[in-house]
């Protein structure tokens, strides 16, 4: 069994930052892809920034230069510096990997948290 849990959401002021943390457990061999995802109500998931294990990273243009991903493979974690938030960042983040699992070979399998939620008051 694969989980991940994510923290550090809650509720700043506008220009304020958080940091959010995503940790995996489990039967893993290796992790390829971490991302982390927001989706608001009624709209559809959008990605906010991935990072491969070889550490090559993308944005959403909506974030590039405010948000920071980054990693610890050793720790299978991945992290969210999100800085100059903006009451439109508000929504529920969610953390997502790519990974391969004991027993089960090449075979890879996405797993996703349970989302925190981030808001950001004007």
Request: glycine content about 12%; charged content about 15%.
């Amino acid at each position: 069994q694969v989980q991940l849990v994510e923290s550090g959401g809650g509720l700043v002021q506008a220009g304020g930052s958080l940091n959010l943390s995503c940790a995996a457990s489990g039967s893993i061999v290796s992790i390829n892809v971490m991302g982390w995802y927001r989706q608001a109500p009624g709209k559809q998931r959008e990605l906010v920034a991935r990072i491969t294990s070889g550490g090559s990273t993308n944005y959403a243009d909506s974030v590039k230069g405010r948000f920071t991903i980054s990693r610890d493979n050793a720790k299978k974690t991945v992290y969210l510096q999100m800085n100059s938030l903006k009451p439109e960042d508000t929504t529920v983040y969610y953390c997502n990997a790519e990974l391969s699992l004991s027993g089960s070979g090449s075979r890879l399998y996405l797993y996703w948290g349970q989302g925190t939620q981030v808001t950001v008051s004007s």
